[in-house]
C-alpha cells in the first residue's frame, strides 16, 4: 500500500526553527513530484514548496527565504526545514506526492494524489 509519513513539527515561539520530515513508500517517490502544504484552522489548504524528480524547487511567496525543501533520495524522504517562523505559519502540514506531468510539477492540492496524515505546527507570538 503506497503511503506517506509525516513526522516533526511542534510548538515553537516566533522566530524559532522547525524540521519536517516524510517518510515515502518507493512505489510514490521515483518520478514523482515532492511537496508540502498546509491548512490552518478554517482555511483552505495552500501550498508551501514541491521538489520535482531533476532536484528542482520551487516555493510560494510567504515562505520563500525562510523554509527549505529537500529530499534524500537514498531513504525516500522528504523534508522541510522551517526557519524564522511565524504565528501565521500555524497550521497542520502535509506531505504529498503526485506524478510528474508534462508540465512538470504544479503547487496545487488537486495536483497530489498521495497524501500523509499531516503534522501541526504552531507558532507563538
Known amino acids: 500500500q503506497e503511503r506517506l509519513l509525516e513526522s516533526g513539527g511542534g510548538s515553537v515561539q516566533a522566530g524559532g526553527s522547525l524540521s519536517l520530515s516524510c517518510s515515502a513508500s518507493?512505489?510514490?517517490?521515483?518520478?514523482?513530484?515532492m511537496g508540502w502544504f498546509r491548512q490552518a484552522a478554517g482555511a483552505e489548504r495552500e501550498g508551501v514548496a514541491f521538489?520535482?524528480?531533476?532536484?528542482?524547487?520551487y516555493y510560494a511567496d510567504s515562505v520563500k527565504g525562510r523554509f527549505t525543501i529537500s529530499k534524500d533520495n537514498a531513504k525516500n524522504a522528504l523534508h522541510l526545514e522551517l526557519n524564522g517562523l511565524k504565528p501565521e505559519d500555524t497550521a497542520m502540514y502535509y506531505c504529498?506526492?503526485?506524478?510528474?506531468?508534462?508540465?512538470?510539477?504544479?503547487?496545487?492540492?488537486?495536483?497530489?494524489?498521495?497524501w500523509g496524515q499531516g503534522t501541526q505546527v504552531t507558532v507563538s507570538s
Open positions: 518507493e512505489g510514490i517517490y521515483g518520478d514523482y513530484c
Open positions: 521538489i520535482d524528480n531533476l532536484g528542482r524547487k
Open positions: 504529498a506526492a503526485g506524478p510528474i506531468g508534462r508540465s512538470g510539477c504544479l503547487l496545487l492540492p488537486e495536483f497530489f494524489g498521495y
